[in-house]
Protein backbone atom coordinates (compact mmCIF):
# COMPACT_ATOMS: atom_id res chain seq x y z
CA UNK A 1 0.00 0.00 0.00
CA UNK A 2 1.66 3.60 -1.34
CA UNK A 3 2.48 6.14 1.58
CA UNK A 4 -0.13 9.15 1.40
CA UNK A 5 1.32 12.30 -0.17
CA UNK A 6 -0.33 15.55 0.12
CA UNK A 7 0.53 18.07 -2.84
CA UNK A 8 -0.75 22.07 -1.96
CA UNK A 9 -0.82 24.35 -4.79
CA UNK A 10 -1.05 28.36 -3.05
CA UNK A 11 -1.72 30.90 -5.75
CA UNK A 12 -0.03 34.27 -6.05
CA UNK A 13 -3.35 36.30 -4.78
CA UNK A 14 -2.87 34.25 -1.51
CA UNK A 15 0.98 34.71 -1.38
CA UNK A 16 0.34 38.76 -1.61
CA UNK A 17 -2.48 38.49 1.29
CA UNK A 18 -0.12 38.45 4.53
CA UNK A 19 -3.18 36.78 6.80
CA UNK A 20 -4.28 34.41 4.39
CA UNK A 21 -1.03 33.41 3.83
CA UNK A 22 0.43 32.80 7.44
CA UNK A 23 -2.43 31.14 8.16
CA UNK A 24 -2.27 28.42 4.88
CA UNK A 25 1.49 27.87 5.80
CA UNK A 26 0.60 26.79 9.22
CA UNK A 27 -2.46 24.75 8.24
CA UNK A 28 0.26 22.90 5.49
CA UNK A 29 2.91 22.50 8.20
CA UNK A 30 0.39 20.78 10.65
CA UNK A 31 -0.28 18.29 7.79
CA UNK A 32 0.92 14.91 8.70
CA UNK A 33 3.22 12.37 6.59
CA UNK A 34 4.64 13.79 3.56
CA UNK A 35 4.08 17.09 1.95
CA UNK A 36 4.86 19.12 -1.30
CA UNK A 37 3.91 22.82 -1.45
CA UNK A 38 4.00 24.36 -5.07
CA UNK A 39 3.52 28.02 -5.39
CA UNK A 40 2.60 31.04 -7.86
CA UNK A 41 3.54 34.50 -7.68
CA UNK A 42 2.26 36.16 -10.53
CA UNK A 43 1.54 39.33 -8.72
CA UNK A 44 4.33 39.95 -6.95
CA UNK A 45 5.92 39.45 -10.84
CA UNK A 46 3.87 42.07 -12.01
CA UNK A 47 4.45 44.70 -9.31
CA UNK A 48 8.03 44.11 -9.37
CA UNK A 49 8.48 44.76 -13.31
CA UNK A 50 6.50 48.19 -12.99
CA UNK A 51 8.97 48.96 -10.65
CA UNK A 52 11.76 48.26 -12.79
CA UNK A 53 9.93 49.84 -15.84
CA UNK A 54 9.37 46.73 -17.22
CA UNK A 55 5.30 46.26 -19.15
CA UNK A 56 3.56 43.40 -18.04
CA UNK A 57 1.38 41.59 -21.38
CA UNK A 58 -1.12 39.58 -21.06
CA UNK A 59 -3.05 37.54 -23.47
CA UNK A 60 -6.14 35.65 -22.32
CA UNK A 61 -4.50 36.20 -19.14
CA UNK A 62 -1.31 34.08 -20.29
CA UNK A 63 1.95 36.31 -19.02
CA UNK A 64 3.90 37.16 -22.51
CA UNK A 65 7.26 35.72 -21.12
CA UNK A 66 9.95 37.81 -22.98
CA UNK A 67 13.59 38.39 -21.96
CA UNK A 68 13.07 41.23 -19.96
CA UNK A 69 9.85 39.71 -18.62
CA UNK A 70 12.43 35.91 -17.97
CA UNK A 71 14.59 38.18 -15.42
CA UNK A 72 11.91 39.26 -13.62
CA UNK A 73 9.86 36.22 -12.67
CA UNK A 74 13.22 34.05 -12.30
CA UNK A 75 13.97 36.43 -9.65
CA UNK A 76 10.60 37.01 -8.21
CA UNK A 77 9.67 33.10 -8.22
CA UNK A 78 12.81 31.52 -7.62
CA UNK A 79 14.43 33.93 -5.22
CA UNK A 80 12.05 36.25 -3.53
CA UNK A 81 8.76 34.55 -3.27
CA UNK A 82 10.08 30.91 -2.89
CA UNK A 83 13.01 31.53 -0.57
CA UNK A 84 10.41 33.19 1.75
CA UNK A 85 8.27 30.84 2.09
CA UNK A 86 10.88 28.01 2.34
CA UNK A 87 12.38 29.91 5.58
CA UNK A 88 9.05 31.16 6.53
CA UNK A 89 7.52 26.91 6.72
CA UNK A 90 11.45 26.36 8.68
CA UNK A 91 9.72 28.14 11.53
CA UNK A 92 7.00 26.34 11.60
CA UNK A 93 8.88 23.18 12.15
CA UNK A 94 8.90 22.30 8.34
CA UNK A 95 12.13 21.13 6.82
CA UNK A 96 11.56 22.89 2.88
CA UNK A 97 14.34 23.22 0.07
CA UNK A 98 13.24 25.38 -2.71
CA UNK A 99 13.29 23.96 -6.31
CA UNK A 100 12.86 24.99 -9.77
CA UNK A 101 12.27 22.61 -12.12
CA UNK A 102 16.11 23.01 -13.45
CA UNK A 103 17.61 22.11 -9.79
CA UNK A 104 18.41 18.19 -9.50
CA UNK A 105 16.26 18.37 -13.12
CA UNK A 106 13.31 17.88 -11.52
CA UNK A 107 11.18 19.41 -14.35
CA UNK A 108 11.63 19.67 -18.06
CA UNK A 109 9.70 21.18 -20.98
CA UNK A 110 10.32 22.40 -24.25
CA UNK A 111 9.43 26.11 -25.26
CA UNK A 112 5.76 26.59 -26.04
CA UNK A 113 5.20 27.00 -29.81
CA UNK A 114 3.32 29.69 -31.22
CA UNK A 115 -0.16 29.49 -30.05
CA UNK A 116 -3.44 31.24 -32.50
CA UNK A 117 -0.27 33.11 -33.57
CA UNK A 118 0.83 34.28 -29.94
CA UNK A 119 4.31 34.22 -29.30
CA UNK A 120 4.52 33.60 -25.38
CA UNK A 121 8.14 34.11 -25.32
CA UNK A 122 9.68 31.83 -22.80
CA UNK A 123 7.25 29.70 -21.35
CA UNK A 124 7.73 26.08 -20.73
CA UNK A 125 5.06 23.01 -21.51
CA UNK A 126 5.95 20.19 -19.01
CA UNK A 127 7.45 17.17 -20.89
CA UNK A 128 9.05 15.10 -17.56
CA UNK A 129 8.98 15.28 -13.83
CA UNK A 130 12.23 13.48 -11.97
CA UNK A 131 9.55 12.02 -9.85
CA UNK A 132 12.29 9.41 -8.08
CA UNK A 133 14.48 12.25 -7.37
CA UNK A 134 11.60 14.25 -5.57
CA UNK A 135 11.23 10.92 -3.52
CA UNK A 136 14.25 10.98 -2.23
CA UNK A 137 14.09 14.49 -1.01
CA UNK A 138 11.00 13.42 0.64
CA UNK A 139 11.95 9.81 2.26
CA UNK A 140 14.97 12.14 3.52
CA UNK A 141 12.19 14.31 5.20
CA UNK A 142 12.47 17.09 3.39
CA UNK A 143 9.64 19.13 1.75
CA UNK A 144 10.16 20.21 -1.35
CA UNK A 145 8.78 23.76 -1.98
CA UNK A 146 8.61 24.34 -6.37
CA UNK A 147 8.73 27.71 -7.94
CA UNK A 148 6.65 27.65 -10.90
CA UNK A 149 9.95 27.71 -13.47
CA UNK A 150 11.18 25.15 -15.65
CA UNK A 151 14.00 24.43 -17.88
CA UNK A 152 14.82 23.04 -21.54
CA UNK A 153 17.94 21.10 -20.77
CA UNK A 154 19.82 23.26 -22.74
CA UNK A 155 20.49 26.11 -20.70
CA UNK A 156 17.23 27.97 -20.40
CA UNK A 157 14.47 28.56 -17.46
CA UNK A 158 11.28 28.63 -18.74
CA UNK A 159 8.28 30.58 -17.22
CA UNK A 160 5.47 27.86 -16.48
CA UNK A 161 1.92 28.00 -15.09
CA UNK A 162 1.67 26.98 -11.21
CA UNK A 163 -1.04 25.09 -11.70
CA UNK A 164 0.94 22.95 -14.49
CA UNK A 165 3.44 22.39 -11.85
CA UNK A 166 1.57 20.96 -9.49
CA UNK A 167 -0.63 18.76 -11.60
CA UNK A 168 2.55 17.45 -13.32
CA UNK A 169 4.52 16.72 -10.43
CA UNK A 170 1.15 15.12 -8.43
CA UNK A 171 0.86 12.50 -11.80
CA UNK A 172 4.77 12.10 -11.31
CA UNK A 173 4.90 11.05 -8.01
CA UNK A 174 1.27 9.09 -7.88
CA UNK A 175 4.18 6.41 -9.11
CA UNK A 176 5.54 6.22 -5.81
CA UNK A 177 2.74 7.27 -3.27
CA UNK A 178 -1.13 8.12 -2.73
CA UNK A 179 -1.28 11.74 -3.63
CA UNK A 180 -3.55 14.33 -3.10
CA UNK A 181 -3.34 17.65 -4.44
CA UNK A 182 -5.02 20.77 -3.28
CA UNK A 183 -5.69 23.80 -5.29
CA UNK A 184 -6.25 26.11 -2.63
CA UNK A 185 -6.87 30.14 -3.75
CA UNK A 186 -9.24 32.99 -2.02
CA UNK A 187 -12.44 31.79 -3.12
CA UNK A 188 -14.14 28.63 -0.91
CA UNK A 189 -14.30 25.98 -4.24
CA UNK A 190 -15.69 26.16 -7.80
CA UNK A 191 -18.85 28.17 -7.46
CA UNK A 192 -22.02 27.90 -9.52
CA UNK A 193 -22.69 31.56 -8.98
CA UNK A 194 -19.54 33.78 -8.74
CA UNK A 195 -21.15 36.37 -7.10
CA UNK A 196 -22.17 33.35 -4.31
CA UNK A 197 -19.15 32.79 -2.09
CA UNK A 198 -21.51 29.79 -0.52
CA UNK A 199 -22.52 28.25 -3.87
CA UNK A 200 -19.78 25.77 -3.88
CA UNK A 201 -20.40 23.04 -6.14
CA UNK A 202 -19.47 19.98 -4.29
CA UNK A 203 -17.94 17.79 -7.08
CA UNK A 204 -17.11 18.04 -10.72
CA UNK A 205 -16.85 14.84 -13.15
CA UNK A 206 -15.31 14.98 -16.62
CA UNK A 207 -19.04 14.96 -18.12
CA UNK A 208 -19.98 18.02 -15.57
CA UNK A 209 -17.29 19.93 -16.30
CA UNK A 210 -18.03 19.72 -20.03
CA UNK A 211 -21.70 20.62 -19.25
CA UNK A 212 -20.30 23.60 -17.21
CA UNK A 213 -18.48 24.60 -19.61
CA UNK A 214 -20.93 25.07 -22.19
CA UNK A 215 -23.36 26.88 -20.75
CA UNK A 216 -21.04 29.29 -19.07
CA UNK A 217 -21.18 28.06 -15.56
CA UNK A 218 -17.50 27.45 -15.38
CA UNK A 219 -15.15 30.20 -17.79
CA UNK A 220 -11.78 32.14 -17.50
CA UNK A 221 -9.05 31.17 -15.04
CA UNK A 222 -10.58 28.23 -13.40
CA UNK A 223 -11.25 26.47 -16.60
CA UNK A 224 -7.35 25.56 -17.34
CA UNK A 225 -7.55 24.93 -13.69
CA UNK A 226 -9.82 22.30 -13.42
CA UNK A 227 -8.51 20.76 -16.54
CA UNK A 228 -5.52 20.13 -14.78
CA UNK A 229 -7.13 18.78 -11.68
CA UNK A 230 -8.45 16.00 -14.46
CA UNK A 231 -5.72 15.02 -16.35
CA UNK A 232 -4.17 14.31 -12.50
CA UNK A 233 -7.26 12.40 -11.56
CA UNK A 234 -6.90 10.30 -15.15
CA UNK A 235 -2.89 9.70 -14.64
CA UNK A 236 -3.61 8.42 -10.93
CA UNK A 237 -3.91 10.77 -8.39
CA UNK A 238 -6.18 10.15 -6.06
CA UNK A 239 -8.08 13.28 -5.06
CA UNK A 240 -7.98 16.70 -6.30
CA UNK A 241 -9.83 19.27 -4.25
CA UNK A 242 -10.55 22.75 -5.38
CA UNK A 243 -10.73 24.98 -2.12
CA UNK A 244 -10.35 28.06 0.52
CA UNK A 245 -6.29 28.66 1.19
CA UNK A 246 -7.57 28.56 4.95
CA UNK A 247 -9.60 25.04 4.34
CA UNK A 248 -6.35 22.73 3.58
CA UNK A 249 -7.44 19.82 5.61
CA UNK A 250 -9.46 18.38 2.46
CA UNK A 251 -12.82 18.12 4.30
CA UNK A 252 -13.96 21.72 2.20
CA UNK A 253 -13.97 22.72 -1.45
CA UNK A 254 -15.35 20.71 -4.51
CA UNK A 255 -13.76 17.63 -5.42
CA UNK A 256 -12.25 16.79 -9.21
CA UNK A 257 -13.47 13.00 -9.28
Not at 55 to 82: K, P
Not at 113 to 130: E, F, I, Q, T
Request: aromatic share 4%; with cysteine; hydrophobic share 40%.
Amino acid sequence: MKEKLTIVKVGGAVVEDELQLSQLLRDFSAIEGRKVLVHGGGRKATKMAERLGIETRMVNGRRITDTDMLEVVTMVYGGLVNKNLVARLQANGVNAIGLTGADANAICSHKRPLKDGVDYGWVGDVDSVAYDTLGQLIEAGITPVMAPLTHDGEGHILNTNADTIASETAKGLAHLYDVTLIFSFEKKGVLSNPDDDESVIPTITHDDFERYKADGTISGGMLPKIENALSAVDAGVSRVIITLATAIDGKHGTVIV
